[in-house]
């Protein structure tokens, strides 16, 4: 029985590309369509059966010939393994030692460090974003890549180069001595992460996402106020925040003019303010931290002396941390796991933008200043006391808390994410070196940990109520704002 042209006992065998071998399988079905339409005729013509028996053979030719050409699309279509969370909590991990661990007023402060991890995890989310089939609103980067790339690759390249630039671009002026030591730690945990991924289109295709997402970043930071002028204006008169004796500044007081990255103003949620200090509400702030909150002779306990030094943590260590362990519990995929923090950090970045606004907004005195001068409030419901000292103090205004600023916006996001009350709970392991007790504490719920922290601020001589129950909306507005208009569901969800 004649073959058709180019068969050799089965599929065309042919090499090279993936691409190569689709286009050959192709042009061999053509050539078998071909010759059996020609055979038929010719059968046709002659009225024998010898037609419908090549017919029969053709058709298994042309059957195989597919199923070859399918092989090859699904070859090389198909991603090298699913896309767990793996490298999104791992580099997660590596920006947050790393942001955490630079000195404060090269970007190590809190409030500093939480703005830097919103472009990392935004870079992340975005890389991830690109590559998934059913995705999110992007944030940035509106190219979308295969979504047969490297989300490992995507994840550590997106996330190591924002980390390199915001390490390169500290200004000069600044004190930073281990700056070529964190690039090269970087630089190391990138090769290791992109060694222990094969070489192959995936990996490229996912470092070529990555780097289109860190660079959209970046280029929307730039000139975003980062490491600019100072927003404080000293005044002398009752009821303004001044530096103690010998007290060293506020490390980055540039934070509240920062150009936000979801909120439309770095004041759009300003806070309430104050009491006038003329108010029951001022006279009930003010003997509430000078009892508790006193250094020595205070009415709190040793455990609420523990506590307050417990929670001098960095919140975006403790709650990326707290995120890490939800995510790995409930086996959230890449895309997930991406999405979960970039929320969480960008609001996070934009609460702490809004609560530092607020802070060289209003000026407002610090415990410590208002008790040695409460002659000077025109308040009969407050004493001085000239010898009072705080357990713990701060080089910044009082109002609003920025710890509760973000601590209320990361527990929002995760809230909504995990519940208020997730299974099994979550640890947080304090950074205060030597608080009074264990540093690794247990929590069954996140508004049990916010509740906490109000008290804790207080018994620590650092914030009146008022600032820290304020911080606390401030934040809750910021993160629902976030989740309200961001990160929404787009293509086939």
Known sequence: MEAPPGYEGGVEICTGSASARLRAGLQFVLKVLCFASKQRKGGERKGDNMARRRSVWLTGVVVGALVGVLGVIGASAAPPHEADAGSVTQWNLIAANTLTGLPAPAGGAPPAAQISMGMVQGAVYDAVNAITPKHHRPYVLKRRFGNTASDEAAVATAAYLVLKNIVETVPESIAFPTRGTVLASLDTQYDAS??????????NQGIAAGTAAAQAMIAARQGDGRFGPSQWVPNSAPGHWSLLPGQANDPTPWVGGVKPFLLQSSSQFRSAGPPALNSAAWAADFNEVKALGRATGSTRTDTQTYIARWWQSTPVASWNDVARQLISRNHLNAADAARVLAMQNMAGA?????????????????????????????????????????????????????????????TFVLRKFFGDAPAGGYQITSSFVNPGGPATRSFSSFSQA???IVEARIWAGLHYRTADNQAVQLGTNVANYAATNYFESVGNH
Request: aromatic residues 12%; negative net charge; hydrophobic residues 35%.
């Open 194 to 203: 992109t060694d222990a991924i094969a070489d192959s289109p995936f990996k």
């Open 350 to 410: 934009d609460a702490a933008i809004n609560t530092w606004n607020d802070k060289y907004h209003y000026d407002f005195w610090r415990p410590w200043n208002a008790i040695v001068r409460a002659s000077e409030d025109g308040n009969d419901a407050t004493v001085a006391d000239p010898a009072w000292t705080a357990l713990i103090t701060a080089p910044y205004p009082d109002h609003t808390s920025g710890h509760l600023g973000l601590d209320s916006s990361h």
């Open 450 to 452: 916010v509740n906490e």
